[in-house]
């Protein structure tokens, strides 16, 4: 068992960053492959970025790319997702997810843990 807290949201400006953390606690945490989703109200979740264990391997969804990037402590079990050059469309409330895999994983269906979720709000 895995349990994730994700930490980090905020309301910011357009133009603006956050950092969102993702502390992971339980089992072995670096043998997961660790994911970033979001979710606004009436949509489907999306898939933002994500890191395999060894951190040599990232994946990014277009509406990131260039903006956030994903990292990992394996000493810390903590992920993270700085995120820069924020947009009005980038508002959703965020995800940390852990899925018992070790390559690039961009379905929300693969993953077996997910955190309670985080706030992010994007004014313009």
């Known amino acids: 068992q895995v349990q994730l807290a994700e930490s980090g949201g905020g309301s910011v400006q357009a133009g603006g960053s956050l950092r969102l953390s993702c502390a992971a606690s339980?089992?072995?945490?670096?043998?997961?492959?660790m994911g970033w989703f979001r979710q606004v109200p009436g949509k489907e979740r999306e898939f933002v970025a994500c890191i395999t264990w060894s951190g040599d391997s990232t994946y990014y969804a277009d509406s990131a790319k260039g903006r956030f990037t994903i990292s990992r402590d394996n000493a810390k079990n903590t992920v993270y997702l700085p995120m820069n050059s924020l947009k009005p469309e980038d508002t959703a409330v965020y995800y940390c997810?852990?899925?018992?895999?070790?390559?690039?994983?961009?379905?929300?269906?693969?993953?077996?843990?997910w955190g309670q979720g985080t706030q992010v709000t994007v004014s313009s």
């Open positions: 997810a852990a899925a018992i895999l070790r390559r690039v994983v961009t379905t929300g269906g693969l993953y077996n843990y």
């Open positions: 339980g089992r072995i945490f670096s043998l997961y492959t």
